[in-house]
């Protein structure tokens, strides 16, 4: 079983659409967890970072759920520029600060 | 803001001989760098981490006499890409922590990597 786990998509919207993403992940004892966008050929960049209470920033609100060990995004009045690849991203914040990558969910906004 | 610079961006080389890619941390002293690799349309994996100072930890199933990684300066860590082969050809990141204000990952805007 993959660490964190994302549907491909790709999800196809028109503008304007709100769009949500799923993410699960497998290890109980990760701690941070985020969201990244990566554009074709580019390094990844971080869209928001994802706390319990949930928490939004414009358009995006991220929730998270621990007991269920799930994560989500939500994009609202999509943007042709929001097509990109979005990964679900977490940490352990053990002494190997490493980050765990989803394979990350292609969203296609068209006009 | 924290600022990671990584060279070359792309490089073209031939079976058997090595290449060596360089992450900097510009403004600020990174203790540990990682390094992922991607493959088309998949994610990124991470490949080892690098220590300021001491061995580099790789994760299971990357060679480390194949990938060398040198970590010397707490700006500074190469991979080098030793005997690349076209299964090689990938694109190659580099990721710095910046422990300023709380934990930070930047990223470095990767190198794409083509053995012929």
């Known amino acids: 079983r993959k660490e964190v786990e994302q549907d491909p998509g790709p999800f196809n919207v028109p503008e304007g659409a709100t769009v949500a993403f799923n993410c699960t992940y497998s290890n109980s004892a990760s701690q941070s967890f985020f969201w990244y966008r990566q554009d074709c050929r580019k390094e990844p960049k971080l869209l928001m970072s994802?706390?319990?209470s949930g928490n939004e920033d414009g358009r995006f609100t991220a929730q998270l759920n621990r007991a269920s060990q799930y994560i989500s995004l939500l994009i609202r009045d999509s943007k042709l520029s929001d097509s990109a690849t979005y990964l679900c991203v977490v940490n352990l914040e053990d002494s190997s600060y490493k980050l765990i990558f989803g394979s990350g969910t292609r969203l296609l906004v068209r006009p | 803001g924290a600022v990671v610079s990584q060279h070359p961006s792309r490089v073209i080389c031939k079976s058997g001989t090595s290449v060596k890619i360089e992450c900097r941390s510009l403004?600020?002293?990174?203790?540990?760098m990682f390094w992922y690799r991607q493959f088309p349309k998949q994610s990124l994996m991470l490949m080892a981490t690098s220590n300021e100072g001491s061995k580099a930890t790789y994760e299971q199933g990357v060679e480390k006499d194949k990938f060398l990684i040198n970590h010397a300066s707490l700006t500074l860590s190469t991979l080098t890409v030793t005997s690349a082969h076209p299964e090689d050809s990938s694109f190659y990141i580099c990721?710095?922590?910046?422990?300023?204000?709380?934990?930070?990952?930047?990223f470095g805007s990767g190198t794409r990597l083509t053995v012929v």
């Open positions: 403004d600020f002293q990174a203790t540990t």
């Open positions: 990721s710095a922590r910046d422990h300023r204000g709380g934990y930070g990952y930047t």
């Open positions: 994802v706390y319990s």
